[in-house]
């Protein structure tokens, strides 16, 4: 496996992989890496001929107060789940590599970003976005491969790749679970195994509302009604939002067409933000 730092190298050797016909698969990280980035890396083998996986936390997409400083960087350990999972290059640029002195330019999804995350995160999206497109034009990949926990960032590059005609094909996997139910992310590290007992409130809350689904319950109020009493029966949890969204355009839905629809949850967990998200 070789590791590459440097943006012009890494160009440099992904227009050679794809001069050579090689199909390279991309998963972008910000490391931590845990089960879920595994079965993307994964996917990424299945799909394509040399993996790529970016280890970058980037600052363009936190707030002033958010977890930037905060947040888990286990580059070693990263390394060596990558080594051992097959994947042909790490690529883990420092932020001035990245955002040199005098950067200045960014690329903003106007339209899928504005809810769910977008209302308590404002610049969050437009920071995915700007490091996804420099990642993709660094890599080259023909895919790129996501999580669907984080529903609304695939909504959200899914349109930047269509409306700026990218040539990547962006791949979506399923949620990760541990076996208690709480979908695998690198900020469940930040609990306590009290928070963590009342963060599968999350899941459950969502496992509530998939079966009133198969029940036959369509009205989306009444489903929103039942995530929230559910959540607020757990006194360390704050709920963000508690929503049903069309999966692909992320609208607000009023009636639920199954299959269509996604029920979307952020919640603090006292100081954790988490985010989880089931179809209807
Ligand atoms: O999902 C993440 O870890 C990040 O948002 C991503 C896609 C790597 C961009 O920094």
């Known amino acids: 496996m070789r590791t590459i730092q440097s943006v012009n190298e890494m160009q440099s050797h992904a227009i050679g992989l794809r001069s050579g016909g090689q199909l390279i698969g991309l998963v972008p990280t910000m490391g931590s890496l845990h089960a879920g980035h595994l079965a993307l890396i994964d996917i990424a083998k299945e799909e394509a001929d040399k993996v790529i996986v970016s280890i970058f936390v980037n600052p363009a997409q936190f707030g002033p107060s958010e977890d930037y400083e905060q947040y888990p960087r286990v580059l070693e350990e990263d390394l060596e789940k990558c080594r051992e999972r097959g994947v042909d290059i790490v690529f883990n640029p420092s932020v ?139 006194r360390r949890v704050r709920v963000i939002y508690a929503q049903v969204v069309d999966k692909e355009t992320m609208e607000p839905a009023r009636e639920i067409e199954p299959g269509r629809h996604i029920a979307c949850v952020a919640a603090w967990v006292d100081q954790t933000r988490l985010i989880d998200n089931v179809e209807l």
């Open 96 to 234: 001035v590599e990245m955002y040199p002195q005098g950067y200045s330019t960014f690329v903003k999804e106007e339209h899928l970003s504005a809810g769910l995350c977008g209302v308590s995160r404002p610049h969050h999206f437009r920071g995915v976005t700007t490091v996804c497109l420099k990642l993709f034009n660094i890599t080259r990949p023909d895919i790129a491969v996501f999580g669907q926990k984080d529903a609304q960032q695939c909504a959200v590059i899914k349109k930047m790749v269509t409306d700026l005609n990218l040539p990547t094909s962006v791949l979506v996997g399923p949620t990760l679970r541990d076996a208690d139910g709480l979908a695998t992310s690198s900020r469940n590290a930040y609990m306590s195994d009290v928070q963590r007992q009342e963060a599968l409130s999350i899941p459950k809350a969502l496992q509530i509302a998939q079966d009133m689904v198969q029940q036959g319950t369509r009205s989306v109020d009444r489903i929103v009604a039942e995530i929230t009493h559910h959540l607020s029966l757990h």
